[in-house]
């Protein structure tokens, strides 16, 4: 039976869930303004140094189904506090590491806390709001995931440079102890499932899978796309996903309900969710670099003009939960994709003369159109399964968020090198103006390849049919 608390607030449930959600997707961010510190005050390369925001994103991403179905068969508040607890703890073994070996490895148990909370918040907000209030309240959490990304970099800059690498750390001692209590105090209890058995052997098969396909994903432009290392890693994660598909098929309570992705909303919503963030991350990765090696803007302006996106997509992103409960979802769902896919267009024909306000504009774009689309996908995606399902399709939809992320970056980088390198392969010493147009030319791919997986997103989303209501 839920609190009654809960009852009467489920604006309650929503605050908490978004401190759990902020802080899992802010440490995902920002980590990577302290790495320079990091690799001086252990004494090691940058290669080593990355693996303290690889390790967090390799766990939290093989992990997040996992939890999902956790939190539907023993509880969503009760694997929700616990990530609480555990990424407390794991932050202060991370700011007190004193070598690099610990703190990849108190990372990796962060990451641990981190998926426990990201699988369980949809799932709490699911059940905490009526299918009227509920796209509203997606599209606030959506908000959160979106600032906990962007505000990274910032925040950890000011963190670093005032207090030192560990601050960024024990930062999160204070927001964790709060939301632990309150969540603890808060939060419905929900249903206990004793009737099922937990499927560690996929489990196991799907985390090994992940984590290995992620893994080629990152270090894959280093290690060359077509080396020993890749393809074996290739290989065995595909191997892992059969043999995780051929379980599925064969047990009595499956970790993943392959049934789920019959369901047209929840299969759509999926992979327009997967392609919105792989144009997005093509977006992220590159324009930093625009900005400082073509336009030559300094770390305080580019900050300023990343900061349009994230703005106008809190502002953009509840007002869209709140139309998309009296409109039809896949009118915003595909106008939101349809505008992400104009402004990637329109950024990709920037040249070292732009002015800018022109990217300023284009990045509010990007945020209204993703912000439009945010919202009543992912309602779109929860309110399509029963109400049991309800922690795993949270689960997997921020399964594909992460995939999207880093599948998005891994392309955008290729693509945006190989263009470059096979610009330049025709001069021996290439100067000023021509690593210049070596540049946009690499960067122009790499935007209209975005703009192209943000068109099939929304073809995707246009496809979709309207969710029936969670049993």
């Given amino acids: 039976m839920q609190q009654p608390a809960t009852l009467k607030s489920p604006w309650l449930v929503l605050a908490i869930t978004s401190i759990g959600t902020f802080m899992a ?3 995902s961010s920002i980590v990577s303004v302290a790495l320079p510190s990091i690799t001086t005050c252990f004494h090691i390369d940058l290669p080593m140094a990355q693996w303290v925001v690889s390790a967090y994103f390799l766990v939290i991403s093989s992990l997040l189904p996992i939890f999902g179905r956790a939190g539907d068969m023993y509880g969503h508040r009760l694997v929700y506090t616990t990530g609480f607890v555990v990424f407390t703890i794991s932050s202060i073994g991370c700011g007190v590491s004193h070598s690099i070996g610990w703190l990849i490895g108190a990372r990796a148990i962060q990451a641990v806390g981190a998926a426990m909370l990201m699988a369980n918040a949809p799932g709490l907000v699911a059940r905490a709001f009526p299918p009227t ?5 997606m599209g606030i959490i959506g908000t959160v995931v ?3 990304s962007m505000t990274g970099p910032s925040l950890g800059g000011i ?3 005032t207090f030192g ?4 750390f024990f930062v999160n001692i204070p927001i964790g102890l709060i939301g632990f209590i309150l969540g603890r105090i808060i939060l419905p209890a929900g249903e206990k499932r004793h009737d099922e058995t937990f499927d560690f052997a996929g489990g196991g098969l799907f985390a090994f899978s992940v984590c290995t396909l992620l893994l080629v994903l990152i270090h894959g432009a280093d290690w060359g796309w077509t080396s020993i290392t890749v393809i074996t890693g290739l290989i065995s994660s595909l191997t892992a996903m059969i043999c995780f598909l051929f379980v599925e098929h064969h047990i009595d309570h499956p970790m993943i309900d392959l049934t789920l992705f019959r369901i047209r909303p929840f299969l759509t919503g999926n992979l327009s969710g997967l392609f919105s963030f792989m144009a997005t991350f093509g977006n992220t990765i590159l324009l930093p670099f625009y900005l400082s090696t073509i336009l030559q ?8 003009l990343l900061t349009p996106f994230p703005l106008v997509m809190a502002v953009t992103a509840p007002l869209s939960g709140y139309l998309s409960e009296k409109i039809n979802q896949v009118i915003l769902t595909t106008g939101g994709l349809t505008i992400m896919a104009s402004g990637l267009v329109f950024l990709s024909t920037l040249g070292p003369s732009a002015e800018i306000w022109q990217v300023a504009i284009t990045q509010a774009m990007l945020g209204f159109g993703n912000g439009l689309f945010q919202a009543p996908n992912n309602n779109s995606v929860i309110s399509s399964v029963a109400k049991s399902k309800i922690g795993i399709a949270g689960s997997i939809n921020a399964l594909m968020r ?19 390198r096979y610009f330049l392969s025709d001069f021996a ?20 390849t975005a703009a192209f997986f943000a068109m099939l997103g929304a073809i995707i989303s246009f496809n979709r049919k309207p969710p029936h209501p969670a049993k």
């Fill in 25 to 27: 997707t802010l440490d």
């Fill in 133 to 137: 209030l509920r796209a509203r309240a």
């Fill in 146 to 148: 979106a600032l906990g």
């Fill in 159 to 161: 963190l670093v440079g």
């Fill in 165 to 168: 690498w560990e601050a960024i």
């Fill in 297 to 304: 803007l300094g770390p305080t302006q580019i900050g300023l």
């Fill in 402 to 420: 992460n995939i999207g992320m880093v599948s998005g970056t891994a392309v955008a980088v290729t693509i945006f090198e190989n263009r470059r």
């Fill in 429 to 448: 010493q290439p100067d000023l103006i021509q690593n210049t147009a070596a540049f946009l030319s690499g960067y122009q791919g790499a935007l209209l």
